[in-house]
């Protein structure tokens, strides 16, 4: 079995920075791709930002250039880095992880809420 565990995460002013981490263990062969997800209340879950194992990054237009997203694939970890945090970025966040055991298999850690205000 895979366990994925998230931190990070709280309330900051805007303009703050946060960062968050996940990590995967177990049976683990590889990690294809990894992202992260936030949903906001009232809204659908949309993803933020994703890593392929190459490391070619994508970001949502709402956050280039604010949030940064990396990844160990010696530690199975991926991180994101957010700066100039706006209050529109309150949502709890979630990483998704794309996992190869015998075959590829779709992770979600527990998510992790992040509030920015004044």
């Known amino acids: 079995q895979v366990q994925v565990v998230e931190s990070g995460g709280g309330l900051v002013q805007p303009g703050g920075s946060l960062r968050l981490s996940c990590a995967a263990s177990g049976s683990i062969i590889r990690v294809n791709a990894m992202g992260w997800y936030r949903q906001a209340p009232g809204k659908q879950r949309e993803l933020v930002a994703a890593i392929t194992s190459g490391g070619s990054t994508n970001y949502a237009d709402s956050v280039k250039g604010r949030f940064t997203i990396s990844r160990d694939n010696g530690k199975n970890t991926v991180s994101l880095q957010m700066n100039s945090l706006k209050p529109e970025d309150t949502a709890v966040y979630y990483c998704?992880?794309?996992?190869?055991?015998?075959?590829?298999?779709?992770?979600w850690g527990q998510g992790t809420q992040v509030t920015v205000s004044s």
């Open positions: 998704n992880l794309r996992v190869v055991q015998w075959w590829e298999t779709e992770y």
